[in-house]
């Protein structure tokens, strides 16, 4: 038998297709999921972005190839963003690449950066390409416990010392998902003092910058004096602007590392297609309403969440930020744990969440709750919380043999 390929066998099972092949089992036979498992905005894309794409792609030139670190404009808007939003600088030419989604910028950076061997520290519970990203590339995970942003940043400097060789990369995503935390300036001023005293680059994720809660939005690691020495960051219009499928993003900063992945995606690709790199322009350099728009709507869902949650008998902390709420496993179901929780939570209740362990080993003991469903999708799921919570004693007796003994 032919062994599986290198790169696959250091890729484990995608954890989230256990739920996800229940879900789709279920929908087949005519049952109705309350779905917060992924984070899919579900909100439409505001009027005048589509007009804009529509427009452009009439134009018979819009079919060529584009440029795969974005046009020009794009990026002019991209750095305009970052000037407007952060106070940071930017030359569009030779700090700004365009990506098609966050996700395949954090991707192709790390094949730009990666030696075979060097070690990444990652935060632990994190968004699955933070760690993996690195591993296709060929590098080593030194996973640091982030049920916090302190415990994270002093489990920091524990893994420097005791790594061999030392630690190249350092990842830091704020506000996280999917513990929805948020962080301040001070932490980034001491996460690049502390990246700088031992020789390391560091990768911001910054997805969610534009959804958070209170008056105080969250800031960029750039803005930190001297950050664009050895710090790129990673955004992306697809929460931002609901534009999720569209695949725009953007990887800033550093000059040295942006090079290395511009030149990583000539080799890969052209760029998204043209209309669309219009469109993300016209976004960025276009009325901003629509951004308060979609944050009240993602806050009006998180309040509805927690308390209808709560008189359900799931008490769930209020998220800051972000589109998720990072639930602690009820009590009834602790012992269970989150991967079997949530395949019965969608068999016996018809909802569907992300079990915290395909964040990590730290994940576990928590799910994560998409707020992607409307406020009448939230309180009908709470209803059925309930009576899953009411009924745990009889629907555990049923699985006894699967919950794990300690």
Known sequence: MTPE?????????????????????????????????????????????????????RDPKSGRYSASKGIPGLRRAMAAYYDRRFGVKLNPDTEVIATMGSKEGFANLAQALTAPGDVIICPNPAYPIHAYGFIMAGGVIRHVPALSPEEYLAGVSRAVRNSAPPPSVLIVSYPSNPQAQWVDLEFYKDAVALAKKHDMLV?????????????????SILQVEGAKDIAVEVNSLSKTYAMAGWRVGMVVGNERMCSALARVKSYLDYGAFTPIQVAATAALNGPQDCIDEIRATYKSRRDTLVSAMARAGWDIPSPPASMFAWAPLPEQYREAGSMLFSKLLIEEAGVAVSPGVAFGEHGEGYVRIGLVENEHRIRQAARSVKKFLDQSGQILSKVRDQIPVE
Do not use: C, W
Not at 7 to 23: A, S
Not at 203 to 219: C, G, R, T, V
């Open 5 to 57: 390929f290198h790169r696959i066998r250091r890729l484990p099972p995608y954890v989230f297709e256990q739920v996800n092949r229940i879900k789709a089992r279920l929908r087949s036979e005519g049952v109705d999921i309350i779905d917060f498992g992924m984070g899919n905005p579900d909100m439409p894309t505001p009027k005048h972005i589509v007009d804009k794409l529509i427009e452009t792609a």
């Open 203 to 219: 990768l911001s994720d910054i997805a969610y910058s534009e959804i958070y809660f209170d008056d105080n939005p969250p800031p």
